[in-house]
């Protein structure tokens, strides 16, 4: 479904991902894992054009979309989740939720402000609740909720379970799990091994830019070293 070919990407003159690699299979979860600064909220950005490559090639759903506008890539089916949130903090959850509402698409769910609070029961006690008044986990509840509001075919997630509560991180497990019990494509940038080992199906690891390992938790359990090269603190 997404394929990252020899990507480049930079800030100003800082080189920053250096000749990535990496693919997610349709109907899959795979965790984009590595230590701070080790580059996956830029792959992210670079998978979504927000930061485009100076070489390389990123392939969605069999398409160049390297170079595409940002609001393009999603229409084609890249929903984007922000580690920053970036909710509308005086609109209501419901309001919310309309706003992030894009036309079904062919082959992919589509999402309705009852189906989401179904995964997200917090979100539906407090749908008349404006974003402010929310925690930081709901508030990231309801980030996911609005990018599905978009129906996306493949769902971004940038570190999902930083800063948040022990117990909201289960929930986001589950709600996770429950979104690739129906199908939906996830790549997940994270830190918490823990975590990505509960909801991944497949771990891609990078350090200063470059792919230092990709395969399933067991390859990676029968490589400790490399779990003490690049994810101990």
Same mark, same amino acid.
């Given at each position: 479904?997404?394929?990252?070919?020899?990507?480049?990407?930079?800030?100003?003159?800082?080189?920053?991902?250096?000749?990535?690699?990496?693919?997610?299979?349709?109907?899959?979860?795979?965790?984009?894992l590595?230590?701070?600064?080790?580059?996956?909220?830029?792959?992210?950005?670079?998978?979504?054009?927000?930061?485009?490559?100076?070489?390389?090639?990123?392939?969605?759903?069999?398409?160049?979309?390297?170079?595409?506008?940002?609001?393009?890539?999603?229409?084609?089916?890249?929903?984007?989740?922000?580690?920053?949130?970036?909710?509308? =903090?005086? +609109?209501?959850?419901?309001? /919310? @939720?309309?706003?992030? #509402?894009?036309p $079904?698409?062919?082959?992919? &769910?589509?999402?309705?402000?009852?189906?989401?609070f179904?995964?997200?029961?917090?979100?539906?006690?407090?749908?008349?609740?404006?974003?402010?008044?929310?925690?930081?986990?709901?508030?990231?509840?309801?980030?996911?909720?609005?990018?599905?509001?978009g129906?996306?075919?493949?769902?971004?997630?940038?570190?999902?379970?930083?800063?948040?509560?022990?117990?909201?991180?289960?929930?986001?497990?589950?709600?996770?799990?429950?979104l690739?019990?129906?199908?939906? =494509?996830? +790549?997940?940038?994270?830190? /918490? @091994?823990?975590?990505? #080992?509960?909801? $991944?199906?497949?771990?891609? &690891?990078?350090?200063?830019?470059?792919?230092?390992?990709?395969?399933?938790?067991?390859?990676?359990d029968?490589?400790?070293?490399?779990?003490?090269?690049?994810?101990?603190?």
């Amino acid at each position: 479904m997404l394929e990252c070919k020899n990507i480049n990407s930079f800030y100003g003159k800082a080189h920053i991902l250096n000749d990535l690699c990496m693919s997610v299979d349709a109907g899959t979860v795979v965790s984009l894992l590595g230590r701070n600064g080790a580059g996956k909220t830029t792959t992210i950005k670079s998978i979504m054009q927000m930061v485009v490559p100076k070489t390389g090639q990123v392939t969605f759903l069999d398409r160049d979309i390297t170079g595409w506008p940002p609001h393009k890539v999603a229409r084609m089916g890249l929903g984007y989740v922000p580690e920053e949130r970036r909710i509308f =903090t005086d +609109l209501t959850i419901l309001e /919310n @939720l309309e706003v992030g #509402r894009q036309p $079904a698409r062919d082959g992919s &769910i589509e999402w309705t402000i009852e189906m989401l609070f179904e995964i997200f029961p917090n979100l539906k006690e407090r749908r008349n609740n404006r974003g402010k008044e929310l925690s930081g986990g709901e508030q990231q509840m309801l980030t996911i909720a609005r990018t599905l509001m978009g129906n996306p075919k493949l769902l971004l997630l940038d570190e999902p379970s930083e800063g948040i509560a022990p117990v909201i991180v289960e929930q986001m497990a589950e709600t996770i799990l429950n979104l690739k019990a129906q199908g939906v =494509t996830v +790549l997940i940038s994270e830190q /918490n @091994l823990h975590f990505a #080992r509960i909801v $991944a199906d497949r771990a891609v &690891i990078i350090e200063s830019g470059s792919l230092k390992f990709d395969g399933t938790f067991l390859d990676l359990d029968a490589q400790p070293e490399i779990q003490g090269a690049y994810l101990s603190v």
